[in-house]
Nanobody
């Protein structure tokens, strides 16, 4: 069973930055790995992914502000978030095990999830 543990969430002011980390218990080469978020009363949405060949995908809200990366030697996924705004407030989840059968941003395409880390952006 693959386990994912997020860290790095917290409170930040508008315009600030945070870097989230996701420690993955085992190698998951060949699958999609991604960051999702869920704000109160909203659906969980995909915001960034790394595809099996190493190319990345971003949601429109994340493009230009967020950067997804991974350290394969540490089995760790990262999300660097810059220029944060109030609308970025959410619980952020990492996900793994996705396949090309689904759109990368489709939460139903992922088999493994972390417990989430809260990000709160205040003005």
């Amino acid at each position: 069973q693959v386990q994912l543990v997020e860290s790095g969430g917290g409170s930040v002011q508008v315009g600030g930055s945070l870097r989230l980390s996701c420690a993955i218990s085992t190698s998951i080469y060949g699958t999609y790995i991604a960051w999702f978020r869920q704000a109160p009363r909203k659906e969980r949405e995909g915001i960034a992914c790394i595809k099996p060949r190493g190319n990345t995908g971003y949601s429109d809200s994340a493009k230009g502000r967020f950067t997804i990366s991974q350290d394969k030697s540490k089995n760790t996924l990262y999300l660097q978030m810059n220029s944060l705004n109030v609308e970025d407030t959410a619980i952020y989840y990492c996900a793994a095990g996705g396949t090309a059968r689904y759109e990368w941003s489709d939460k139903f395409g992922y088999n493994f999830w972390g417990q989430g880390t809260q990000v709160t952006v205040s003005s």
